[in-house]
């Protein structure tokens, strides 16, 4: 039976190979007898398939030798927590400031309150976020710790194209970038960087990791309350081994980094591949929105997600007969975030063009017999 095409937000689609790969190396990894979740994380065969996974996400993204990468645990929600009492203390003005430009820049902010103050730079226009506060108007404070931002917005579908340098802004604090929901769809300027962080559950592997990507001098400036498992000085200098990692989860992201480095596409290789078939992908399904008087897509073009479209339905009502076709037509997750209603398609790397294609003509068909 054909497979479905999975449209979910996260946990999300992963690549078939990567998937056949573990089922076939699942009771017996590379003759060592036992399943990757059986051995030891600090035994020879997992130290192997940890440092081959930490390579492999380097060299894919280019990450300078400057930057340590952490597998860690506790979501990008953890992180919101993780990253303040980390790096709020960096400077005597115990201030962070935020761009708030969707529902997950909110929760940042939010919860960064609890560690110091957590001073908005940029504020959202209007109730439901349709562009990018340009970085020009931003009211960055007098020196802040850090400056975060949400690059990628899963639920409101909005993306900055670009990574905005806060030194051309006269602010030279580290910029911390939430990049949950895009992390390895495109190239990412590490000087324009201070931390990255991502749960591992869209766009790399299962839900269990977390990926931090930080500046060596951003280490050691851990608030006291900071509990010693997230503290990221501790955490680097045990290569990410100072409590048991979620291994498998490694295990299964480090076959991803593997398949990425694979790719190929219109005579480019590895991200450069990935982020081409993303822009195509893209441009396929907000044609198709675009051309249509049924569905509609209310973000500035300019901002527009490739990873996740939200859309709605010109006849709400429509919403549960779309969802229950496109599900008979092997089209699955399609649901909008229960915050903002309407449908959402998110076409992560793992999601094939021949998944988007079916997705615009069961659209197309719909929009036939209901328009
Ligand atoms: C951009 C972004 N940040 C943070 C989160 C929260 O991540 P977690 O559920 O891993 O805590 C999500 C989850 O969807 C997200 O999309």
């Known amino acids: 039976?054909?497979?479905?095409?999975?449209?979910?937000?996260?946990?999300?689609?992963?690549?078939?190979?990567?998937?056949?790969?573990?089922?076939?190396?699942?009771?017996?990894?590379?003759?060592?007898?036992?399943?990757?979740?059986?051995?030891?994380?600090?035994g020879r065969d997992f130290m192997s398939i940890c440092e081959q996974a930490e390579r492999d996400l380097r060299e894919l993204l280019a990450v300078p030798t400057s930057f340590r990468i952490l597998f860690m645990q506790g979501g990008g929600l953890g992180q919101n927590a993780i990253v303040p009492m980390n790096l709020i203390g960096r400077l005597a003005s115990h201030t962070a400031d935020f761009v708030l430009t969707g529902s997950w820049s909110i929760k940042s902010q939010a919860e960064a309150r609890r560690y110091g103050q957590a001073h908005v730079a940029a504020q959202l226009d209007g109730e439901r976020p349709v562009s990018l506060p340009p970085p020009s108007t931003w009211r960055i404070s007098t020196s802040p710790s850090y400056v975060h931002l949400c690059s990628n917005e899963t639920?409101?579908?909005?993306?900055?194209?670009?990574?905005?340098?806060?030194?051309?802004?006269?602010?030279?604090?580290?910029?911390?970038?939430?990049c949950s929901s895009h992390i390895a769809s495109r190239a990412i300027d590490w000087r324009r960087v201070g931390l990255a962080y991502?749960?591992?559950?869209?766009?790399?592997?299962?839900?269990?990791?977390?990926?931090?990507?930080?500046?060596?001098?951003?280490?050691?400036?851990?608030?006291?309350?900071?509990p010693s498992v997230f503290d990221y000085r501790t955490v680097a200098s045990q290569n990410s081994m100072f409590n048991t990692p979620p291994t498998y989860a490694i295990y299964i992201a480090g076959l991803t980094f593997q398949w990425l480095r694979r790719q190929t596409e219109a005579g480019l290789n590895g991200l450069a591949a990935i982020e081409a078939r993303n822009i195509a992908k893209a441009k396929l399904l907000y044609e198709c929105i675009d051309n249509s008087s049924l569905y509609r897509n209310d973000v500035h073009p300019d901002c527009r997600s490739r990873m996740n479209v939200p859309f709605f339905l010109a006849n709400e009502s429509l919403t549960e007969l779309f969802l229950l076709q496109a599900r008979e037509a092997?089209?699955?997750?399609?649901?909008?975030?229960?915050?903002?209603?309407?449908?959402?398609a998110s076409l992560y790397n793992a999601m094939p063009i021949d998944g988007v294609?079916?997705?615009?003509?069961?659209?197309?068909?719909?929009?036939?017999t209901h328009a």
Do not use: Y
């Open 357 to 368: 294609h079916a997705l615009v003509r069961h659209m197309q068909a719909f929009e036939a």
């Open 330 to 344: 092997g089209l699955l997750q399609l649901k909008g975030h229960k915050s903002v209603g309407g449908l959402r």
């Open 155 to 178: 639920i409101d579908g909005i993306e900055f194209q670009e990574v905005p340098d806060l030194r051309a802004l006269g602010c030279d604090a580290p910029l911390v970038i939430d």
């Open 1 to 42: 039976m054909a497979r479905p095409f999975n449209f979910s937000a996260g946990p999300a689609v992963l690549p078939l190979e990567v998937l056949e790969q573990a089922a076939a190396e699942m009771l017996d990894w590379h003759g060592s007898g036992v399943s990757v979740m059986e051995m030891s994380h600090r």
């Open 198 to 226: 991502a749960g591992a559950q869209k766009n790399i592997g299962p839900a269990g990791l977390t990926l931090v990507i930080v500046r060596d001098d951003l280490l050691g400036h851990a608030l006291p309350i900071c």
